[in-house]
């Protein structure tokens, strides 16, 4: 009873994220978006009063139909040093490197946009249910207390197959966990209608799973 409701838990989570999550995207989508007029207003999150020299990052977020998306664009001054640094890998997500302020280049784009400013510590409490896909609000607290039922469930639960208990922790800690938590909750114990797999012990190991997880955690920030 206690993995069917964690595992229900978690598909709502799955859910939200698909219908909820800000899901990330680049600037030439945003300008495509306006052009087509499938934008009225977007929201500016970030640092948005850089002076003189130096650099900033800015979230752009807004709404396309049914989903919500988010771009980072790094402004920088002189524009060359930011590229420099995008070269160097500094700033990974950024989806543009300008000079301007981000909201003189969405006016250029439709002076009758609405754009709205959050600062970053106004956005509330995030959770990534994928690499980049932010989700707020009510999902948070039952991502986070569905996250730490599932660890009780897996240091007090019966024996894990497939895996360790311990590699089921380290899968668990990856930008991917909710589906993680899915798998672990389906395949990871005695399921009926499914083979019964390895037990834990001749299953991976948690030592080869810290290893994955840091691949596939080096994989989401690519």
Known sequence: MVRLVLLGAW?????????????PSSWDRLEGAVARGDVGSVVLRGDLALEGRGWSVTDVAWREGPFAHHAEVLVARPREAGLRQVRRGSFPEATLVTSQDVSTLLADLDP???????????????????????????????????????????????????????????????????????????????????????????????????????????????
């Open 112 to 222: 009758d946009l609405r754009v709205e400013t959050a600062p970053w510590s106004g956005s509330g409490a995030t959770f990534e249910a994928f690499p980049g896909w932010r989700l707020k609000g009510w999902v948070v607290g039952l991502a986070f207390g569905t996250f730490v039922a599932t660890v009780v469930l897996l240091v007090l639960g019966p024996p894990t197959r497939r895996a360790t208990p311990w590699a089921w922790f380290w899968l668990l800690t990856t930008p991917f966990l909710p589906l993680v938590a899915v798998a672990l909750l389906v395949l990871g114990y005695r399921t009926p209608f499914l083979p019964p797999g390895r037990d834990g012990r001749r299953g991976l190991t948690g030592g080869w799973a810290f290893l994955l997880s840091l691949v596939l955690g080096a994989a989401a920030t690519r």
């Open 11 to 23: 598909l709502v989570v799955l859910a939200a994220a698909v219908l909820l999550a800000e899901r």
